[in-house]
Structures are given as structure tokens and as C-alpha cells.
């Protein structure tokens, strides 16, 4: 099954940054310096990463370590925290 916002941000900029099976975490588009980028919600990043086995803590370090840390060019998605 595909994934229109996937799909949207493929077509209007080839840099831009997809995290790797968090496609269900993806709420949306912005524009980046050079183009659409992704939006992810962090609350569903979490979420994914506590079914795939971390508890709350490790997911919260391991997203801050490895994919809010990582910067990939301006391309690099923008992440969405809705709750306190």
C-alpha cells in the first residue's frame, strides 16, 4: 500500500529525508530550504519504537540519539510534539 504524503514528498524533492518503516508516524509536509519535507509526530515515533520492543525511556533516547540527532542535509524531516 502506498503512502500519499510518501508519495507527494518523493515527487517534489529527491533530498528529502524519509525515516526508514515510520511511514505511519508521518503526519504531513512542510517546506525546507530546498523544497517539501517531511513532518513526523514524535508522540508516534515513540509509540512505533515501544511496539518494536524499547520501553519509554530507550525510545525516548534512542529518537533523540539517532533520528532527531542526525542531520542529513536540508532535506533533514521536522518533528511534531503535540502533547506535554
Known amino acids: 500500500m502506498t503512502n500519499p504524503i510518501v508519495d507527494y514528498i518523493i515527487e517534489n524533492n529527491s ?11 508521518l503526519i504531513g509536509t512542510s517546506w525546507g530550504e530546498n523544497g517539501v519535507i517531511a513532518v513526523y509526530s514524535y508522540e508516534k515515533i515513540i509509540l512505533i519504537l515501544m511496539r518494536d520492543g524499547m520501553d519509554e525511556v530507550e525510545a525516548e533516547e ?16 521536522i518533528y511534531v510534539k503535540t502533547q506535554h
Open 62 to 77: 534512542w529518537f533523540s540519539y539517532n533520528i532527531e540527532g542526525a542531520y542529513m542535509g536540508p532535506g533533514n524531516p
Open 15 to 25: 533530498g528529502a529525508w524519509l525515516i526508514d518503516n515510520m511511514n505511519e508516524a
